[in-house]
């Protein structure tokens, strides 16, 4: 008999010391590594009481997706993107949250990644991270179209795609690994990317009232001038640049 839900505090230990050795093993060796028994050792605890809590290795995988992301805080980490006053300052946002969250989970996501073709449990786990990330790309692409703010020529689906794939975890580890970007470098300038390719002027839409920040348009459909707040802070030198060239582009992608 299988326990669903455990009842006791022994229990719950247990669930989680399963969880635990399970994503040890899979940032150490990958997710071939991660096999029933294996995880029985790591946990110190018999195969049969892993099966007692997961009926089989998919189901594991299932719940490991919801272990990561209570141990990393994913809720706590994505409250200020929703709790965002409008969808400009969201997508702010949401490039603080990949710098604060997703640098915590790289290796367990590039292990599913590389595998995912070959290990059906791998291809689970990651189809559940996708989805869940996918949903809160749209969410912030309708935000964006609700508030007549989405820049042309996008769409709320082809807008959400990108914002996607911007989270890929290879481009995030080229950034901060091989590029040796902090992660402070890494918000400010997606930011920064984000704001300058989806976010249009409201001027442009015939939204009333003024923009967030007080940008200037510079272009059909485009903010110009000032980056989200904080971009400039480490690169801003005080060298305000040429005449029509934009500073957030001069500074804040400048070599340090």
Not at 160 to 169: G, P
Not at 226 to 231: E, F, I, L, N, V
């Given at each position: 008999m299988k326990i669903t839900e455990p009842e006791n505090a022994r229990s719950r230990r247990t669930r989680a010391a399963l969880l635990a050795a399970t994503r040890q093993l899979i940032e150490e060796a990958g997710f071939?590594?991660?096999t029933m028994a294996a995880v029985a050792d790591r946990a110190g605890v018999s195969r049969r009481a892993v099966y007692l809590h997961f009926g089989s290795r998919?189901?594991?995988?299932?719940?490991?997706?919801?272990?990561?992301?209570?141990?990393?805080?994913?809720?706590?980490s994505l409250r200020p993107v929703w709790a965002a006053p409008d969808a400009e300052a969201a997508l702010e946002q949401w490039a603080r949250h990949l710098a604060r969250y997703h640098p915590r989970i790289l290796?367990?996501?590039l292990a599913a990644e590389r595998v995912r073709q070959a290990d059906p449990d791998a291809e689970t786990h990651r189809q559940i991270v996708i989805r869940d990330q996918r949903a809160a790309c749209r969410r912030l692409a309708d935000w964006l179209a609700t508030e007549n703010r989405l820049a042309q020529p996008w769409t709320v689906r082809?807008?959400?795609?990108?914002?996607?794939?911007?989270?890929?975890?290879?481009l995030i580890k080229s950034l901060l690994v091989d590029c040796h970007w902090s992660t402070k470098q890494f918000a400010d300038r997606l930011a920064?990317?984000?704001h300058f390719t989806f976010v249009c002027d409201p001027l442009q839409t015939g939204v009333r009232g003024s923009s967030r920040s007080g940008r200037l348009a510079d272009g059909p459909g485009r903010q110009r001038g000032?980056?989200?707040?904080?971009?400039l802070g480490e690169a801003d030198g005080g060298d305000h640049g040429k005449p029509g060239q934009d500073r957030a582009g001069v500074h804040l992608f400048a070599e340090q």
């Open positions: 071939e590594a991660a998919p189901e594991l995988m299932t719940a490991l997706f919801d272990y990561v992301s209570d141990a990393e805080h994913l809720a706590d290796a367990i996501d082809t807008a959400a795609d990108m914002i996607w794939a911007l989270m890929s975890s290879s920064v990317l984000l000032r980056a989200p707040s904080g971009a």
